[in-house]
């Protein structure tokens, strides 16, 4: 590797505060204090000052520029082997280095903290996803603080920093308009920001935030809007933006796209391309890309395919009747994967246009964790109908009236259990279960010119997302900070790869990692792996005792963990048991939780709540989260609003939360008050007022009386002005959990996508005092089974 300092990047002007010779120990670095004359008037020729000297990373730091793909098995991308044509990893391949046995957490958040911050999941207190936080210091949500971030770093060195995409780090009590804000991407190192905070994004009606203010998108889906090129032009307009006003200042940029992410969706051009492709199935996709990953050597020869388990189905056994829908799934997924491999082209191309290419340090991480089997064993529509409990409403003939809309718009679709195992090939398993490669193993790319020589090459040396933020800072020349804003640091947990990028044989410096989440788990320690797996992604059955879980262990010569040794090596399995439970207790693993129902409750896990009470009180403008409102699900309750209607009659929303997958609306259309419950997108319930409402002040009710006797009922649906009843109607079923995974709740307009879709105005046209909600005292929650409630939980992942 070429030392900072030795080649010719432009950044850094080695003088001042960019010079090498600048303590960087303590953060932010001190102010320098001027010892000398001072003068009584400025034109003393004794008046001297040093000049003043912009801060600057030590000479020759690199640009930094980290991708980090969403829910992408090891086996999908075609630089590892897959289906699924991305051309611009091979591109980067071909000039850098694939990383085969680099890993993740097995899940998205976790995944992202310890990344961000070189740290363990755990160490850095996401356990899990924010919305099953606990009070545990382990699984809190709550990033200590001394346990900086590289952003925060690498800024107060003198980067820029800038953030595009999804942001899972935010604790859920810290996501509304007023804050908390310090662990928001602003808040934690970068300079801008520009994407979603949350667990997913429709990718046509995307929540989107700059910095902390929510923003609509540019366009429409009508328009050819994708959240994909949305955030690949902002990426492209930040680069031109620092490159124009500070070309000698190098840049840190994360780049986490929404996809590949349920909702999948992308324009029919993009799945077009795979038309066919996956009539074979499953099973057969696995041979094939298996046979593809031993030609290009990212497995050895000797590798064994691993057995497809007992709990995923056989494609043969599958209904004939689904399989052109299954096979569809796959097409759109594959064509988001490319398109969303194009789009990270595009910001490649345009470091290549700015001189910057070969100056810019590149991880392309290739998933934040196995792929996604979190959309059944059919794959579903509306994946918000797997979440709640409810996948048998999509019916086979169902789905396949809707073949042609997954993908679009209309569409909130995943893929089945199947795909999800055959995008992990040669692997094991997928997301969620920490303890096996096919959630935790993912393809990634390093690519630097000017940093090192090697190209198109393989490594194989062990590693683990918390070596990239030790890394960064080995190339940049930057010291591990002792102290940072005042506190302390804690140590980096990860290694550095730099030693691994012009020496294949090098041997691996990280030798020993363990693995956990759900309580599937795992450890690595000088190519041995022992492993147990708790819990299935797709199931809800009753759970063993952590004691009773089997353990496997495999041996160093078993690159995709196909035979268990543990029969021949018990002394070897027990050491390894002991070892995990060492590391457990030194990352903050413990206590091992892996309840349901209690971790999504928050006053029974001890985190904070945003809101609480039977009313709560809105006003114009608000646009806010799901989890920022009182439930109004299996319950009755009223929302009344005080209004002003202009001379020429009512039009527009009032209040609105959801959108196309499910939600309710309530607004005025030609005049009338009107409220419209959406079924998950598969039926619309209205009910609408017998006259005009009046011009001038009034006060507009929906009166809602739930039916009982379980969750997911109807109820009689009453539209008031002024107290007296104008409309009377039936919403004959309910949602019982959530609306949808990203969509928020609109006063006096509906930002993201129809929550009712016949709307002759979205914006309210007149003037809103305040909204309130209501709710009466038959709630139905208790209802809510725990294994519907961690269905819910797991839209946020």
């Given amino acids: 590797m070429k030392k900072p300092g030795k080649k010719s990047s432009g950044n850094g002007n080695g003088k001042g505060l960019g010079a090498s010779d600048v303590q960087r120990a303590v953060l932010p670095i001190p102010d320098r204090q001027t010892v000398g004359i001072t003068t009584y008037d400025a034109k003393d020729p004794n008046t001297h000052y040093p000049p003043i000297t912009p801060l600057r990373p030590p000479p020759g730091a690199p640009n930094v520029l980290i991708f980090l793909i969403y829910d992408v098995g090891f086996g999908a991308s075609s630089v590892f082997g897959g289906?699924?044509?991305?051309?611009?990893?091979?591109?980067?391949?071909?000039?850098?280095?694939?990383?085969?046995?680099?890993?993740?957490?097995?899940?998205?958040?976790?995944?992202?903290?310890?990344?961000?911050?070189?740290?363990?999941?755990?160490?850095?207190?996401?356990?899990?996803?924010?919305?099953?936080?606990?009070?545990?210091?382990?699984?809190?949500?709550?990033?200590?603080?001394?346990?900086?971030?590289?952003?925060?770093?690498?800024?107060?060195?003198?980067?820029?920093?800038?953030?595009?995409?999804?942001?899972?780090?935010?604790?859920?009590?810290?996501?509304?308009?007023?804050?908390?804000?310090?662990?928001?991407?602003?808040?934690s190192g970068f300079e801008y920001f520009y994407g979603f905070v949350g667990g997913e994004a429709n990718q046509y009606y995307p929540g989107l935030f700059e910095g902390t203010s929510a923003v609509e998108p540019p366009r429409t889906p009508e328009e050819g809007y994708t959240l994909n090129e949305d955030l690949g032009d902002k990426a492209v307009r930040w680069l031109h933006q620092q490159k124009a006003l500070a070309p000698d200042k190098p840049f840190f940029m994360y780049y986490a796209p929404g996809a590949t992410h349920a909702p999948h969706h992308v324009p029919k051009e993009w799945s077009a391309k795979y038309k066919g492709k996956f009539d074979g199935g499953w099973d057969k996709q696995r041979e094939e890309t298996f046979a593809r990953q031993k030609k290009l050597g990212v497995i050895p020869k000797d590798a064994v395919l691993t057995a497809r388990p007992k709990e995923i189905p056989a494609w043969d056994d599958m209904p004939a009747e689904l399989k052109p829908i299954l096979a569809r799934e796959m097409e759109i997924y594959a064509g988001f994967l490319e398109q969303t491999d194009h789009e990270i082209g595009r910001v490649v191309a345009a470091l290549e246009e700015l001189g910057s290419l070969d100056?810019?340090?590149?991880?392309?991480?290739?998933?934040?964790?196995?792929?996604?089997?979190?959309?059944?064993?059919?794959?579903?529509?509306?994946?918000?109908?797997?979440?709640?409990?409810?996948?048998?409403?999509?019916?086979?003939?169902?789905?396949?009236?809707?073949?042609?809309?997954?993908?679009?718009?209309?569409?909130?679709?995943?893929?089945?259990?199947?795909?999800?195992?055959?995008?992990?090939?040669?692997?094991?398993?997928?997301?969620?279960?920490?303890?096996?490669?096919?959630?935790?193993?993912?393809?990634?790319?390093?690519?630097?010119?000017?940093?090192?020589?090697a190209k198109g090459e393989t490594r194989s040396q062990f590693h683990h997302v918390i070596d990239v933020a030790r890394t960064v800072l080995e190339v940049a020349g930057l010291p591990e900070p002792e102290m940072v804003n005042g506190i302390s640091q804690a140590p980096l947990e990860g290694v550095s790869m730099a030693y691994s990028f012009d020496d294949a044989k090098a041997p691996e410096r990280h030798d020993l990692q363990y693995f956990e989440m759900f309580g599937n788990r795992g450890l690595y320690h000088q190519g041995w792996t022992a492993v147990t797996k708790h819990s299935t992604p797709w199931t809800v059955d009753p759970l063993p005792a952590f004691d009773d879980d089997v353990w496997e262990l495999y041996g160093p010569d078993d690159w995709t963990q196909a035979k268990n040794v543990v029969a021949a090596n018990r002394d070897k399995?027990?050491?390894?048991?002991?070892?995990?439970?060492?590391?457990?207790?030194?990352?903050?693993?413990?206590?091992?939780?892996?309840?349901?129902?209690?971790?999504?409750?928050?006053?029974?896990?001890?985190?904070?709540?945003?809101?609480?009470?039977?009313?709560?009180?809105?006003?114009?403008?608000?646009?806010i989260t799901e989890m920022s409102v009182l439930t109004v699900k299996n319950k009755s309750h009223s929302v009344t609003a005080k209004v002003t209607v202009p001379a020429g009659g009512a039009e527009g929303v009032i209040i609105t939360q959801g959108g196309r997958v499910g939600g309710w609306s309530l607004y005025a259309k030609q005049g009338k008050l009107k409220y419209c419950y959406n079924f998950f997108g598969i039926q619309d319930f209205f009910v609408e007022s017998t006259g005009a409402i009046p011009p001038?002040?009034?006060?507009?009710?929906?009166?809602?009386?739930?039916?009982?006797?379980?969750?997911?009922?109807?109820?009689?649906?009453?539209?008031?002005?002024?107290?007296?009843?104008?409309?009377?109607?039936?919403?004959?079923?309910?949602?019982?959990?959530?609306?949808?995974?990203?969509?928020?709740?609109?006063?006096?307009?509906?930002?993201?996508?129809?929550?009712?879709?016949?709307?002759?105005?979205?914006?309210?046209?007149?003037?809103?005092?305040?909204?309130?909600?209501?709710?009466?005292?038959?709630?139905?929650?208790?209802?809510?089974?725990?294994?519907?409630?961690?269905?819910?939980?797991?839209?946020?992942?």
């Fill in 83 to 187: 289906p699924c044509h991305t051309p611009t990893a091979e591109r980067l391949a071909a000039g850098g280095l694939r990383y085969t046995r680099f890993h993740t957490t097995a899940l998205c958040a976790p995944t992202r903290a310890a990344m961000l911050c070189g740290r363990n999941h755990h160490s850095v207190g996401m356990g899990a996803i924010t919305e099953m936080a606990t009070s545990a210091p382990g699984n809190c949500s709550l990033r200590p603080k001394n346990k900086a971030p590289l952003a925060e770093i690498l800024k107060l060195n003198g980067y820029s920093t800038s953030y595009l995409g999804k942001c899972h780090e935010v604790p859920t009590w810290e996501t509304s308009p007023v804050g908390p804000f310090d662990r928001w991407p602003t808040g």
């Fill in 359 to 453: 100056d810019t340090l590149i991880y392309l991480i290739i998933g934040d964790n196995g792929a996604s089997a979190e959309g059944s064993l059919n794959g579903c529509f509306n994946e918000m109908t797997t979440l709640n409990g409810m996948p048998g409403i999509e019916t086979v003939e169902f789905l396949r009236d809707k073949i042609d809309e997954f993908g679009t718009p209309e569409a909130y679709n995943h893929y089945a259990v199947g795909w999800a195992h055959a995008m992990c090939t040669p692997y094991q398993w997928t997301k969620q279960i920490a303890s096996h490669w096919g959630g935790t193993r993912n393809g990634t790319i390093v690519h630097w010119p000017g940093g090192f020589d």
């Fill in 573 to 623: 399995l027990a050491e390894m048991q002991r070892l995990w439970l060492i590391e457990a207790e030194k990352y903050n693993v413990l206590p091992l939780d892996d309840r349901r129902y209690e971790r999504i409750n928050p006053d029974l896990a001890g985190r904070p709540q945003l809101v609480a009470g039977s009313s709560q009180t809105l006003y114009a403008g608000m646009h």
């Fill in 696 to 797: 001038g002040e009034h006060e507009l009710r929906m009166q809602f009386k739930y039916d009982g006797g379980g969750v997911a009922k109807g109820g009689d649906v009453t539209l008031e002005v002024d107290d007296k009843p104008v409309g009377k109607g039936r919403v004959e079923r309910t949602i019982p959990m959530g609306y949808s995974a990203d969509e928020a709740c609109d006063v006096g307009t509906d930002s993201g996508s129809p929550t009712a879709p016949d709307y002759s105005a979205k914006a309210w046209n007149g003037k809103i005092a305040w909204v309130r909600i209501d709710l009466g005292d038959d709630s139905q929650d208790h209802l809510v089974t725990p294994e519907d409630r961690i269905r819910r939980a797991m839209a946020h992942e």
